[in-house]
């Protein structure tokens, strides 16, 4: 019954910010939620990996798309991590879900994520 919600999703022009939030609930378990990260999936496309964090912060991974203008960092000792978004550019225009797993594997394959929230909108106009 682990939960993940994100929030912080909305509409801005090319070039404002927006931070999106990811918190997890219902967690149980002894290993904990080393791997976190962003996907997004626009319309026509397929989703595709936008950021992560393993391990509190230990490593980050970006897209080259994204590089430069997104930081994602997370709470010490909470399940709650945040993607600072910045010059954003109509090509953002997504849905964003927060995944999930206590057990990293390759950061930005779907697959290695067991828990994913239900996205939020990211809607940037030109």
């Known amino acids: 019954q682990v939960r993940l919600v994100e929030s912080g999703g909305g509409s801005v022009q090319a070039g404002g910010s927006l931070r999106l939030s990811c918190s997890v609930s219902?967690?149980?378990?002894?290993?904990?939620?080393?791997?976190m990260g962003w996907f997004r999936q626009a319309p026509g496309k397929e989703r595709e990996a936008v950021a992560a964090i393993y391990h509190g912060g230990h490593s980050t991974y970006y897209a080259d798309s994204v590089k430069g203008r997104f930081t994602i960092s997370q709470e010490r000792g909470k399940y709650t991590n945040y993607l600072q978004m910045r010059s954003l550019k109509p090509d953002d225009t997504a849905v964003y879900y927060c995944a999930a797993e206590e057990f990293c594997g390759t950061w930005f394959k779907e697959i290695d994520y067991g828990w994913w929230g239900q996205g939020t909108q990211v809607t940037v106009s030109p």
């Open positions: 219902g967690y149980t378990g002894t290993d904990g939620i080393a791997c």
